[in-house]
T-cell receptor
Framework: ELKVEQNPLFLSMQEGKNYTIYCNYSTTSDRLYWYRQDPGKSLESLFVLLSNGAVKQEGRLMASLDTKARLSTLHITAAVHDLSATYFCAVDMRFGAGTRLTVKP | DADVTQTPRNRITKTGKRIMLECSQTKGHDRMYWYRQDPGLGLRLIYYSFDVKDINKGEISDGYSVSRQAQAKFSLSLESAIPNQTALYFC?????????????FGPGTRLTVL
């Protein structure tokens, strides 16, 4: 059975700092998704990673995929308050529990 | 206009009642999904459909049924609602064509079973 695990589940960070969210999955897959959910809102797609070594960047967020290690990372650079949200990774219709990110001034 | 719509947006019902949640999409996607979200558990797949004649159970299908009335419509039914089905329900769509195949989500239906 496919398992998708994220860590940390909660992350409180100061503006301007860097941090990484990790997503591990248990079976072979060459495709991984990252989504963002704002409080009280729906999910929106952030990144689609389609192959080993894939790297995507948008603004202060960068996602990467290592299919051999079954690991994806979402790196946050110089965090700002607007990045406060819950971030989910997903593999083959299976979602991680989400990482609730709070960026404080 | 929203590409994926869900009705109702909020529903309060009583134990034992039958209810239906509806999802419509104008994205022209062939694939549709139903998820439920519970605090701390992420999203869990209830049912999915890759085309009108294809229906598949997800990881938590017990107590639920679905109907794919058309490519654009996918409804979720709770035959006899129970309190632990209280959750936020999301419909999503994706396309089998293209490159990314990421899912696009509706606004969600908040269901409370008393």
């Amino acid at each position: 059975e496919l398992k998708v695990e994220q860590n940390p589940l909660f992350l409180s960070m100061q503006e301007g700092k860097n941090y990484t969210i990790y997503c591990n999955y248990s079976t072979t897959s060459d495709r991984l998704y990252w989504y963002r959910q704002d409080p009280g809102k729906s999910l929106e797609s952030l990144f689609v990673l389609l192959s080993n070594g894939a790297v995507k960047q948008e603004g202060r967020l960068m996602a990467s995929l290592d299919t051999k290690a079954r690991l994806s990372t979402l790196h946050i650079t110089a965090a700002v308050h607007d990045l406060s949200a819950t971030y989910f990774c997903a593999v083959d219709m299976r979602f991680g529990a989400g990482t609730r990110l709070t960026v404080k001034p | 206009d929203a590409d994926v719509t869900q009705t109702p947006r909020n529903r309060i019902t009583k134990t034992g009642k039958r209810i239906m949640l509806e999802c419509s999409q104008t994205k022209g996607h062939d694939r549709m999904y139903w998820y439920r979200q519970d605090p701390g558990l992420g999203l869990r797949l209830i049912y999915y459909s890759f085309d009108v004649k294809d229906i598949n159970k997800g990881e938590i299908s017990d107590g639920y049924s679905v109907s794919r009335q058309a490519q654009a419509k996918f409804s979720l039914s709770l035959e006899s609602a129970i309190p632990n089905q209280t959750a936020l329900y999301f419909c999503a769509t994706s396309s089998s064509g293209g490159v990314g195949n990421e899912q696009f989500f509706g606004p969600g239906t908040r269901l409370t079973v008393l």
